[in-house]
């Protein structure tokens, strides 16, 4: 039997400290309680359906209760749910890993497992590190990233994250890094200027440092948590060329980017780009379970390969690295999307989406529409003409998030800028309906002081 709404709002109010959450804010409210999802919505305990329109924090591919993915769970439930991979192997993270190979952008041949996106970046941070050492070039131990950049929650990843807000607090627990701009043709005079920027500042600092400098990570083509920007068409290449010729590795987290998301299978693909070391996560698993990657090239693999030893082994891992139960939900996901053409349908749907949205740029408080394929980012100005961003303390993206799950949708703002991420599978009237009700939602808080104090 399910306690009631009641019961369990209090039993969560008084155990449950939720991730990047206030807690007085969300103790004063009554809390939103996900029983059940079906296809691209869930509900709530009482029977309320809304759209998983942000796809549950962007994992979500196919929906919810898919049933190919529910059987491929309780097919490899019925033979064994979890076995290590320290010194041992297990049959779906190999299945996974060669599709995962076959898939990939060129020359990613290796498959490490972990269990977040987080754990998968300080993977390739590590490995990047290491693999200067056990080549025995000394020196190169710093690392690239871009302003505003999210990589995860943990340690190294926060080292290598940009975001003032979430990461400063902590500076003095974390390694220094070196910070790029990314490319915002929104605020940097357009696309070419603020590509040209990004790349001029790259080269400077490669002449300046490339021989303390490990690696580059990045964001490729969307940079999600910052506000869902998106990299102007060649800097990514370009980029990644400048990295190659100054002997710096090249580290794409396509962890939010990954599987289709943005158009192309992996982010990298629209510019041919292929990264020394690239992790994935988020969608891996069509959003089911906690599985992630961080794939390798030869090179890389092969500066750790030596006898016992020499001291190159790559001492890592995790308790649930190579997880049975997800790597065969991962591997059915894989599948599902080339039986379905689910990046064909992602470019498809886009089209449509942008076209929906395209009315809403006219609204006097929306500043920027954003969109590479299916991540779609809406940022809302204070003052339009002057690109005057709203105060912090008005939280009108909370605001419109809330109207939004009133109308039927779900979504988490970025700061002023509202998300649509939606399940890769929505048809195109989900799609349409969603993109109605985040309109309304928009026009009733930035025009009509919606939830104003
Ligand atoms: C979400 C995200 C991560 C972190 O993944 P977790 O599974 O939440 O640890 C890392 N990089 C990017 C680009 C992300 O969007």
Request: aromatic share 8%.
């Amino acid at each position: 039997m399910t306690l009631t709404q009641d019961k369990l709002a209090a039993l969560d109010k008084a155990h449950v400290w939720h991730p990047f959450t206030q807690m007085k804010d969300y103790n004063g409210g009554d809390p939103l309680i996900i029983e059940r999802g079906e296809g691209v919505k869930l509900y709530d305990l009482e029977g309320r359906a809304y759209y998983d329109g942000f796809s549950s924090v962007w994992l979500n591919v196919h929906g919810h209760r898919v049933p190919e993915l529910d059987r491929a769970l309780t097919e490899q439930l019925e033979k064994v749910a979890h076995s290590t991979l320290l010194g041992m192997a297990n049959v779906p993270s190999i299945e996974l890993a060669a599709k995962l190979v076959r898939i990939a952008p060129k020359g990613l041949t290796k498959v490490f497992y972990s269990d977040a996106g987080a754990t998968g970046v300080e993977i390739a941070l590590k490995m990047a590190f290491q693999y200067w050492h056990n080549i025995g070039v000394r020196g190169k131990t710093s690392f690239i990233t871009m302003n505003q950049a999210y990589h995860g929650d943990t340690i190294g990843a926060v080292s290598v994250g940009a975001i003032p807000m979430y990461h400063e607090l902590f500076r003095p627990m974390l390694f220094p890094s070196y910070a790029i701009p990314y490319p915002d043709a929104y605020r940097q005079g357009g696309a070419e200027a603020a590509a040209a920027a990004t790349i001029d500042r790259l080269k400077r600092l490669l002449e300046e440092k490339a021989d303390s400098i490990a690696a580059l990570i990045v964001e490729p083509i969307v940079q999600g948590a910052s506000g869902i920007m998106v990299m102007p068409q060649g800097c990514l290449s370009e980029m990644a060329a400048l990295c190659r010729r100054y002997g710096v590795l090249f580290i794409a987290d396509e962890v939010a980017t990954g599987f289709g998301r943005t158009g192309e299978m992996f982010a990298c693909d629209h510019e041919a780009v292929s990264p020394d070391l690239m992790i994935v996560g988020k969608g891996l698993t069509g959003g089911y379970l906690p599985v992630a990657a961080t794939l390798a090239t030869d090179r890389i693999y092969d500066a750790f390969y030596a006898d016992y030893e020499e001291r190159k082994t790559f001492f890592h891992g995790h308790s649930f690295t190579g997880n049975p139960l997800g790597c065969a939900v991962a591997l059915r996901s894989l599948l599902l999307m080339e039986e379905r053409g689910i990046v064909a349908g992602v470019r498809a749907k886009a089209a449509q989406a942008e076209e929906q949205l395209a009315p809403l740029i006219d609204r006097p408080h929306v500043g920027d529409i954003r969109q590479k394929g299916l991540m779609i980012g809406i940022e809302l100005v204070k003052d339009k003409a002057a690109r005057e961003p709203y105060e912090w303390s008005e939280r009108i993206g909370v605001r419109t998030a809330m109207r939004a799950r009133e109308l039927g949708l779900l979504t988490r703002p970025l700061g002023n800028v509202i998300v649509l991420i939606p399940p890769l599978a929505s048809t195109e009237q989900e799609l349409a309906d969603m993109i109605r009700i985040l309109s309304n939602a928009v026009i009733d808080v930035t025009e009509n002081g919606w939830g104003a104090k």
